[in-house]
């Protein structure tokens, strides 16, 4: 049960493993990491998804909600080879674990449904796989399912993820009765029994012998078209492809990304695990395979080699607080770290003392002395390094590309329910942002709401729900507040306001005529503000001017139509006067915000709210529904492009309206839909009902 192609065993190196599970939400991932996990020893009793009973969805919301929410790593062993799995998640709300997941990986297992084909999930991880150069196999799952067809997923990766797909094995038997496969690249039958025990390998049996052989001939056709070195064999007598020869060419084309070798099997059966593993090892890269990883230091582009002897380098990937403490992910490109040493972060130019390193199992872990080039652990005692941080030797800075941080699309405002609890609230924010830089905690300067932005709405939930589960307090979630204007639509000329206040001692005078007009422009309504004084014959101070200017900007805190920030709108100083004893800086400035308070109450005024620019990109054939939501949305189409099969929108949509846009988009367009927003001023807000 094991492929020809070995490694060298003179470079440890070679015999490690670091691999991602990828997929659309309810492809098997997670049950295809637990059967590796069985099929290796590394566990003793199968786990399910549905039973809450896997490795890797050990997080209580994880199992009640029956998908992975977390990327978990764990670690085994395979024909000599160590292996470090990490299960991402499927939904795309957690697509940001995926992407730092990705950012340490050397290659992935895509896992696609043998009914479904490619999902549109799938295309979304693929290309990020592709954005970071990871050589991926595919394994077809489900094969045992109504309706499953090896085939037409085969089909599906060819059309929509635009690969050359191998398919290096032939189903025996179909849905119900699917038992076993036909290794197609050493002519071999691996049948499994009813128990999902180990595979009984045998000859091709004798009705698919003639199927086989037309498949072999057509793996060896298209792995001659891509491959040089196999084409000269494939064009000579008798042309064909010895087994070394197709084995070393489909490990080429994995790693150049021009092919992609395909399995099918049944994970929830157990069939099909020990070949995947076999071609993991087989033609997936090691971490002396994929090119050193570059850094700068002082401006300079530097490269460091996977040379355990090298200087130290490392990223953290994750950080995670445990009962046990702080744990920080890191993939240890470069050098050796062992308990006790101390680590530079060239970011926050800060020391941290490593006090221990652990073999992570998802939720346990197992104690090691050193971690060397290659390997992916966590290290306990680092308290300020974050997702994206370098670690590296003090006498050998570097600084690595952290991962992309994704911009959150959806926001809700969280508040204590207990006023006293309003500190504990922030420190639990606090720490899932430090743990999740997906999510993004501010406070809205003119609400004063705390709002808390994620990738999805069931991002959000789950970041509150982990709030109350870790012991934090109770949290009310809302919809922000949009944070509104009020503008002119029609000023006034010529208004007069006189402020006189007289006490027992020097009194107040301010005598002020004010214009008070629009600042917008065509078709539209302005933003921000302006004085301007056309006074003349000295008759108000320069002096006083200033002070007018200065308390008509106070005025503006406060709008009559219902206390919001008044913009858009020009105000000149016409006229006044002042008296010889009463007019001071403090009476003018007085007069300008009670006078323009006095002439917005005359004005014609209107409530404005912040609007965005929306660029929607959707397939052609959900164009329609997508406009009818825009428009339901109040949103007003400005433009519609093609571009590559796809058409992209874009349209002013009201910001209030965006509140779970993402996900009704993704609902629509069946999770290929994508939308960006900015803020582009301000329009008219609807009468309040």
């Known amino acids: 049960m094991r492929t020809e192609l070995r490694t060298n065993s003179a470079n440890p190196l070679a015999a490690v493993r670091n691999l991602g599970i990828l997929a659309h939400v309810d492809a098997g991932k997670t049950t295809v990491t637990e059967r590796i996990l069985f099929a290796t020893g590394t566990i003793h009793r199968r786990g399910e998804v549905h039973d809450g009973t896997t490795v890797t969805d050990f997080d209580p919301q994880e199992r009640d909600r029956g998908i992975t929410i977390f990327a978990a790593a764990v670690s085994c062993a395979w024909d000599g080879h160590r292996v470090n799995l990490i299960d991402t998640p499927g939904h795309v709300d957690f697509a940001d674990e995926v992407e730092r997941s990705l950012r340490v990986l050397d290659g992935a297992i895509a896992v696609f449904d043998a009914v479904a084909g490619v999902e549109p999930q799938s295309e979304s991880v693929w290309r990020q796989a592709d954005r970071h150069g990871v050589p991926r196999i595919a394994f077809v799952n489900k094969l045992d399912r109504a309706g499953a067809d090896l085939d037409r997923a085969v089909e599906s990766i060819r059309t929509r993820l635009h690969p050359a797909p191998l398919a290096v094995q032939l189903p025996i038997g179909t849905e119900d009765g699917f038992t076993g496969v036909v290794d197609l690249v050493r002519m071999r039958a691996l049948v499994w029994a009813d128990d999902g025990g180990t595979a009984t390998e045998g000859p091709v049996p004798r009705e698919l012998r003639e199927a086989a ?34 084995a070393g060419a489909l490990r080429d084309l994995t790693l150049s990304g021009e092919g992609v070798v395909v399995l099918c099997g049944s994970a929830y059966r157990n069939r099909g695990i020990e070949p995947l593993l076999d071609a993991a090892v087989a033609y997936l890269p090691a971490p ?47 050098g050796t770290i062992e308990k006790g040493d101390t680590v530079w972060d060239p970011a926050t130019r800060r020391t941290e003392r490593v006090a221990r390193i652990l073999r992570v199992m998802a939720d346990r872990h197992e104690p090691l002395d050193r971690a060397v080039a290659g390997d992916i652990v966590a290290v306990v005692g680092l308290r300020s390094t974050r997702p994206g941080a370098t670690l590296c030797a003090p006498d050998a800075p570097l600084l690595l590309e952290p991962p992309a941080a ?86 006034v000329t010529g208004f007069v306001h006189r402020h006189v206040h007289q006490t027992g001692g020097a009194g107040q005078f301010a005598h002020v005529v004010l214009d008070v007009e629009a600042l917008g422009h065509e078709g539209g309504y302005g933003a921000g503000f302006e004085f301007r004084s056309a006074v003349t014959g000295g008759r108000v101070p320069q002096e006083y001017v200033r002070a007018v200017e200065a308390g008509c900007r106070d005025a503006l805190a406060e709008g009559p139509l219902g206390g919001h920030p008044v913009t858009g ?28 308070r006095e002439a917005l109450r005359a004005c014609a005024m209107t409530l404005l709210e912040p609007v965005a620019e929306v660029t929607v990109t959707v397939p052609e054939d959900a164009v329609g529904g997508v406009l009818g939501d825009l428009a339901a949305r109040r949103g007003r189409v400005t433009g519609s492009t093609a571009r590559g099969g796809a058409a992209v929108l874009t349209a002013t949509v009201p910001l209030a309206e965006l509140f779970g846009y993402a996900t009704r988009l993704r609902g629509r367009t069946q999770g290929r839909g994508t939308f960006t927003a900015r803020p582009s001023g301000h329009a008219p807000a609807p009468p309040a009902r």
Do not use: N
């Not at 891509?226 to 020869?245: K, M, N």
């Not at 639990?428 to 994620?454: F, H, K, M, N, Y």
């Not at 507040?481 to 002119?488: G, I, Q, W, Y």
């Not at 709108?569 to 323009?596: M, P």
């Open 213 to 246: 052989d037309r498949r072999r001939h057509a793996l060896e056709e298209a792995v001659a078209a891509l491959h040089p070195g196999a084409l000269d064999e494939f064009c000579a007598p008798p042309g064909r492809l010895s087994d070394a020869t197709l």
């Open 288 to 334: 002396s395979d994929v090119p050193a990883v570059r850094g700068t230091h002082q401006g300079t582009e530097q490269r460091r080699a996977a040379d355990p002897e090298g200087p130290f380098a490392a990223l953290a990937f994750k950080v995670t607080a445990t009962a046990t403490g702080r744990l920080t992910h890191v993939r240890v490109y470069s």
């Open 406 to 491: 994704a911009e959150p699309v959806v926001s809700v405002a969280v508040e204590a329910r207990r006023r006293t609890d309003t500190g504990r609230l922030a420190q639990a924010l606090a720490r899932l942002a430090e743990e999740d830089p997906s999510l993004a905690v501010r406070t809205d300067a003119e609400t004063g709401q705390t709002v808390l932005s994620g990738m999805g709405e069931l991002h959000l939930e789950v970041a509150v729900e982990k709030i109350r589960r870790d012991g934090g307090p109770e949290v009310t979630v809302g919809r922000p507040r949009v944070a509104l204007r009020e503008t002119v639509t029609r000023g």
């Open 569 to 596: 709108l020009r105000v000149t100083l016409t006229d006044g006067s002042t008296h010889v004893k009463d007019s001071s800086d403090t009476a003018f400035r007085t007069a300008g915000r009670l006078g323009l």
